[in-house]
């Protein structure tokens, strides 16, 4: 099995891969308009463009035809030369889920995304957290010595997607300026990641009892800090 079929396999089929999207959801749905027009750039497997086609007009850009081979279906999809797949289109709403990280120049992309946003436009984005791999490192990983060359900000990858490069928020909002700020930020995956008993994971009460522990350190500024991922909603300067 090829990395990215594992990746599709975590995203669909375990425990911690459907908790990772019922927060994100909690947290992005309620700012999704019905009718919205969501441009989901880096759409992967489509599972997001999927979930929120259900009351959005949802157009999803995908240049990796692995991940295009498993990706699901019912909102428009497209690859190639992102600009001229999506020719003049306008969204509401930018889609930018774990997509920055693996970009050679994410500022300059976001330049050329933020020209598509309609007036009151934003951006949705997951980043990784730097602190949040230390932590995983060090308690899920057993691996201190992996916790500490990330705390010193060693070169990161992915399993799946190679090199990534890690940015905080402040770097963030000056690739955003003028234009757009950081509106919002949660906390994404704050404890649930830690643990390795994946046998508990599979449990009814634990998800529930997960899922209410989650979604009130997402907010919590001490507990988002740690998370493995922050959820950023920006909104028009």
């Known amino acids: ?27 992005l749905d309620p700012l999704i308009e019905p009718g919205a027009r969501v441009l989901d ?10 979930h929120l086609a259900a009351k959005a ?12 081979a498993l990706a699901a279906t019912g909102f428009t999809q497209t690859t190639g030369d992102w600009a001229t797949a999506l020719g003049a289109q306008r969204f ?5 889920h774990n997509v920055l ?16 946003l ?39 990858a992915s399993q799946s997607f190679g090199a990534m490069n890690l940015y905080d928020n402040a770097q963030l909002a000056g690739w955003l300026a003028p234009r757009q700020r950081i509106a919002m930020t949660w906390g994404l995956r ?25 979604r009130r350190l997402a907010l919590d500024p001490v507990a988002r800090e740690t998370a493995f991922f922050q959820y950023v909603v920006t909104a028009a300067q």
């Open 118 to 156: 309609t007036p009151n436009g934003r951006f949705s984005i997951v980043r990784h957290n730097r602190l949040g791999h230390v932590f995983a490192a060090a308690v899920l990983q057993d691996d201190p010595a992996q916790a500490l060359a990330a705390y010193e900000q060693a070169p990161l």
């Open 57 to 68: 007009q949802v157009t999803a850009y995908e240049p990796d035809a692995r991940m295009l």
């Open 1 to 27: 099995m090829s990395t990215i079929e594992q990746y599709h396999q975590y995203v669909y089929e375990t425990p911690w891969g459907a908790m990772f999207y019922r927060l994100l959801w909690n947290q």
């Open 190 to 214: 704050t404890v649930f990641g830690l643990s390795a008993n994946s046998a508990i994971k599979a449990t009814p009460a634990w998800q529930t009892q997960m899922l209410a522990l989650e």
């Open 41 to 50: 750039f880096g759409s992967g497997f489509g599972h997001t463009a999927k």
């Open 101 to 116: 990280e693996y970009v050679a120049d994410p500022a300059g992309l976001l330049r050329q995304l933020t020209a598509r």
């Open 92 to 96: 509401d709403w930018i889609v930018l």
